[in-house]
């Protein structure tokens, strides 16, 4: 059968006339017969209220799946609702933005989100960031033409200055608080009398005193003592006597001495007689040929000793000669302090092949040279080296420091070796020539149960040569806080 087309005219439009048009259509296919029913009537179309309506009844849209989409059935060629499987942009990169995951995943791109396409801030004078604690969404935070400057700001420097506006200042103004106005303002420095105390001053060094010694006026500077001392023109002898913190040690540097008394007692002994036992002293001698005697060979423009007893050790490996007082002299700690000081000198270093030990100040057991509580200097190259050691004892315990001076050799040489013992008994200070080298505190430090004397000895323990060891004079102090005989 042949169709003939049907032509819409400009006006055709109305429902009615549409729908006219595709029943005589449907006809014409032979849509309609028995069996298949009217394909108008059986979609409900034939009295649709609009476009709408009409297409949700062709397709069966209500007994779909909410968001499932109209699509051809892979195994029935049939149009059926089935879930979406993608966006429908292929995976790719599209300029500024990435398709991904079957067109699931967007992501844009780096560095193509331009100023222009952010956001715009609300107003001016705004920086982004975020002022709330804690993690989250970028802020506007305010920020002003001040606030722009010193971000700007080259140096920590730059900074100061700018907020300051020191640049139109004057020279050596100072920021301070108008009264006025209360505004921060640059004005002359001005100083009240009186108002400054010793705290205000800038800090200074230990042990300087401020002045000047820079020529001309001008800032005042940290002086040091040995600056202090030049300025006031003090002599070396003066600086000594100033050096003494008591004034027992005050009258000794005068060379004042007192008549000894049961409260302080002063024995120094000068060493004129002509062996150990003329000048207040016993002496122990071991060996064949070992003797103390005149030392004259001690006498010298380079010692200006006066008078000398010479400590020989004789021909022996094993020689000893020992100047000493009894053992039962004294106690540390009971009631007194002590000072013994020794003006002594060597002939000749110790050796591997000329072996020798000597032992100087405190201590029990010196007239065998085998003390067990004591206090004392001591040289002995073959277990100490070349320095003069700081020992103390007590009952066999020993605790031996380096004084870090050498020992000196010759007979144009002495050195002054001194040991001075706290009243308590619990500090004992070592010095060479003046110079403080060691303070012991309380280690091994005879008890006021050890009972010890006074002395100096030579023992050889290698070679037979002869060693000299002179002993120009010494000086014992006791210095009672209260008279021995006060209740």
């Given amino acids: 059968m042949a169709i003939q087309p049907q032509r ?10 549409l729908l006219a048009r595709i029943v005589k259509l449907e006809r014409a296919l032979g849509l309609v017969g028995s069996g298949t029913g009217d394909l108008l009537a059986a979609n409900n179309l034939s009295d649709v209220a609009d476009q709408q309506t009409a297409v949700d009844n062709v397709t069966a849209v209500a007994a779909a799946t909410n968001e499932h989409v109209l699509t051809k059935d892979t195994a029935t060629g049939n149009a059926v609702f089935k879930a979406a499987t993608g966006s429908g942009i292929g995976d790719g990169d599209y300029g500024d933005i990435t398709v991904s995951g079957s067109g699931t995943v967007l992501t844009i791109d780096a560095d193509v989100v331009t ?12 920086v982004l960031g975020r002022s709330t604690a804690g993690a989250g969404t970028v802020e506007e935070i305010t920020c002003t033409s001040t606030g722009r400057n010193i971000i700007a700001a080259a140096s920590n420097q730059a900074a100061i200055d700018g907020i300051s506006q020191v640049a139109a200042a004057t020279n050596e103004h100072v920021l301070t608080k108008d009264t006025a106005t209360g505004n921060a303002v640059y004005k002359a420095t001005s100083v009240p009398t009186h108002t400054h105390v010793t705290a205000d001053i800038d800090s200074v060094a230990t042990d300087v005193i401020l002045g000047r010694v820079t020529a001309g006026t001008g800032v005042a500077e940290e002086l040091t003592p040995a600056q202090v001392k030049t300025q006031l023109g003090i002599s070396a002898f003066a600086e000594t006597v100033l050096d003494d913190t008591t004034a027992v040690a005050a009258r000794t540097t005068l060379g004042v001495t007192e008549p000894s008394n049961e409260q302080d007692v002063i024995w120094f002994e000068d060493m004129h007689g002509a062996s150990s036992n003329l000048n207040g002293y016993s002496q122990a001698l071991s060996g064949a040929g070992t003797q103390i005697n005149q030392g004259w060979m001690w006498v010298t423009t380079g010692t200006k000793a006066l008078g000398v007893e010479n400590l020989e050790t004789g021909t022996t490996s094993t020689g000893m000669a020992v100047m000493h007082t009894w053992n039962n002299l004294l106690l540390f700690g009971n009631g007194a302090s002590f000072i013994y000081e020794v003006r002594c000198g060597l002939e000749t270093a110790s050796t591997v092949t000329e072996e020798y030990r000597v032992d100087v100040g405190f201590g029990n057991g010196l007239s065998t040279m085998s003390p067990t509580d004591c206090c004392l200097f001591r040289y002995d190259r073959l277990n100490d080296g070349a320095n003069w050691r700081c020992v103390v004892m007590e009952d066999g315990s020993e605790t031996e420091t380096d004084s870090g001076v050498a020992v000196t050799f010759g007979f144009n040489t002495m050195q002054i070796l001194r040991i001075e013992v706290a009243e308590d008994g619990l500090d004992v200070a070592f010095y060479i020539d003046g110079s403080l080298v060691h303070t012991e505190s309380g280690v091994n430090i005879p008890s006021n149960n050890d ?3 006074l002395g100096m000895g030579i023992l050889k323990s290698a070679g037979t040569t002869e060693i000299d060891f002179g002993i120009d004079w010494t000086l014992f102090e006791a210095h009672y806080s209260t008279a021995r005989s006060a209740p």
């Fill in 8 to 17: 819409l005219q400009r006006g055709d439009h109305r429902p009615e006339e």
């Fill in 115 to 126: 100023y222009d396409k952010m956001q715009d801030t609300s107003g001016t004078d705004v």
């Fill in 451 to 453: 009972k010890m004397g």
